[in-house]
């Protein structure tokens, strides 16, 4: 069951409303909203944020959802999906090289943390390792994924909710992770700019996405790829320009073959 009071104070204080971002209460079977009213469910032990949003079409989203296949999906799917996407054939980019990098751009300060997309949990776990359990929340909008990381890591809050509507306060949190979501969400760039909403001045944000492949022939293999499971790669300069208008300012971009590591910061001013 999920309990708004056993939340830590930092998370809780940042938690709000999506539609008007007021202040919620409530607890057990459902939280309510005491400046606009609005009622959300705590059934499933996190509170559902988005009920009437569903997941874009496509096979990648489809994949993420479906309860059969989620299981699978750190082992089998997302290891194809880097190979396929990132051109990561040779594993130039190795899950431990994720995580080093994850701790070597993220501070111990740095919490409340939300990691955006968390999926199953692959990066929940090394972030609530290094900055503890009660300092991270994890946010997907698939309901499989969201049982799974429940089961995998209990102590570890989550939410159901979207990511172009997030439900925090303006600079109420102290960093953000979005690693191999990007790619998949409905409009990245708006997701940025709520991202930079969320940050208060000086908090992170992390990324591992994908870049438009430079070799004319990887590029129409990647291309099909992306109609496929609708997603889509990007220009390293147009992410770092999307992060600018969101207030963030890039401190640091590594990239691997057709895969990069980011991490920008909130502006203090």
């Known amino acids: 069951m999920f309990e708004l009071d056993s939340l830590d104070a930092r998370l809780r204080s940042a938690l709000v409303c999506p539609a008007c971002r007021g202040k919620l209460g409530g607890s057990g079977v459902g939280l309510d909203c005491r400046t606009c009213g609005r009622e959300y469910a705590t059934g499933q032990g996190y509170p559902d944020f988005a009920p009437e949003i569903s997941m874009k079409p496509g096979l990648g989203p489809f994949y993420l959802q479906d309860p059969l ?52 949990g692959r990066w929940t776990r090394t972030l609530a390792d290094y900055l503890g359990s009660a300092q991270v929340v994890g946010l997907d909008l698939s309901t499989a994924m969201l049982a799974t990381i429940q089961q995998a890591l209990p102590e570890v809050p989550v939410v159901r909710a979207s990511a172009l509507q997030l439900p925090f306060a303006d600079r109420s949190l102290g960093a953000v992770n979005c690693s191999n979501a990007l790619q998949l969400l409905p409009d990245p760039r708006a997701v940025l700019q709520e991202v930079g909403r969320c940050l208060r001045p000086g908090g992170r944000f992390t990324a591992l996405t994908f870049l438009r492949a430079r070799r004319p022939a990887y590029r129409y293999f990647q291309e099909r790829h992306e ?14 320009a999307w992060l600018d208008s969101a207030g963030l300012e890039t401190l640091d971009v590594t990239t691997a073959k057709s895969m990069v590591l980011l991490t920008a910061g909130r502006r203090r001013v």
């Open 69 to 120: 296949h989620v299981p699978k999906y750190e082992e089998v799917t997302r290891a194809a999906f880097l190979q396929i996407m990132g051109d990561n054939w040779d594993g130039a980019v190795a899950p431990g090289d994720e995580d080093d990098y994850l701790r070597q751009h993220l501070d111990v300060t740095e919490a409340p943390l939300l990691d955006l997309a968390c999926g199953a």
């Open 227 to 240: 109609r496929t499971f609708n997603v889509r790669a990007f220009d390293a300069a147009e992410l770092v």
